[in-house]
Structures are given as C-alpha cells and as structure tokens.
C-alpha cells in the first residue's frame, strides 16, 4: 500500500472513533441525565420496547434449550399446580374467567395472561423458576423446589 492510501485509512480510523466516542458520550450523558421516563405507567419507545423482547424471549429461548421436561399429564401434579397458581400467580397472570386485577394494572410491562396463552413448558418453567429482571417476575426457584415449579407448568398446560 503506498503512503496515501495508509494516510486515508488512518484519517478513517481517526474519524470513525472520534465519532464512536462522541456517540457514547453523547448516550452516556442522556443516560446520566435522567431525561428518560422510566416510570411504570408510561410505555417504553418503541425501539426500546423491541430491543427489550427481542433480549427477553433470545435469553428464555436459548437458556431453556437444554431443559428435560418430565411427564406432566399425571393429575395430581396439576392438581397442585393448580393451587400454587393460584397463590403465587393469579394476581399477575389471572385465572380463567377473570379479566384484570389491580396488581396486573399497575404493571409494565403487561405479564401475559396464562389462562389463555400458551408457553412451552421448557419456557415457562425456566421464567417461573429464574425470574425476569424489571418486570416484577419473580425468580421462583429460589424459594421453591423444581417439583412445586414443575407442578405450577403442568396446571398452566391444562389451562384452557
């Protein structure tokens, strides 16, 4: 390469990274500012929204890939999934019949409503048992054992 082609690539360099570098100075100071709305009752922007699922759903996706789910057409496993359902999660996720709750109002974003959508169960248990950062999801597992999570899976599949 000759002298002015080595030239051009370094002013490249140069410019590309004096750029860079005021782009995260220019998001650092956006973040420090506190300009963003982060209250629970205002939606995020759009982008951020998707940039959020898309983190979300690739995150549950990849990590429940090696989950085994057992057996969980026994009655009795639902049966008792059907009452920790109903003490930990109907507030959130609604029973069927209902149609909100006061809790599930105040929440951002909106938990799904598990009396009518359906989730893989290798999802659903690996959120019921690790939680989601800022989404008022608790990480479940740290309080119960797979079996009580694995029953909670069970009733959500019998779910209408």
């Known amino acids: ?6 030239h051009r ?5 140069i410019i590309s990274s004096a750029l860079a570098a005021v782009a995260v100075a220019g998001a650092a100071a956006y973040l420090y500012s506190g300009r963003y709305n982060i209250a629970a009752d205002q939606p995020h922007w759009f982008l951020t929204a998707k940039i959020i699922e898309m983190l979300r759903d690739r ?3 990849r990590r ?8 969980l057409e026994d009655p009795k496993f639902a049966l008792r999934g059907a009452g ?12 069927p019949g209902v149609a909100d709750s006061d809790i599930r109002q105040g929440l951002y974003p909106q938990p799904p409503d598990l009396s009518r959508d359906r989730i893989n169960p290798a999802y659903a248990f690996w959120t019921i048992k690790h939680g989601i950062k800022m989404t008022a999801m608790p990480a479940w597992g740290r309080t119960h054992d797979d079996i009580t999570l694995w029953s909670i899976v069970a009733f959500l599949n019998k779910l209408p």
């Open 9 to 13: 690539i370094k002013r490249w360099l």
């Open 84 to 95: 920790e359902y109903a003490a930990m999660c109907s507030g959130c996720h609604l029973a």
């Open 1 to 6: 390469m000759g002298t002015a082609a080595t």
């Open 64 to 71: 429940a890939q090696e989950i085994v789910i057992p057996d």
């Open 59 to 61: 995150s549950i996706e």
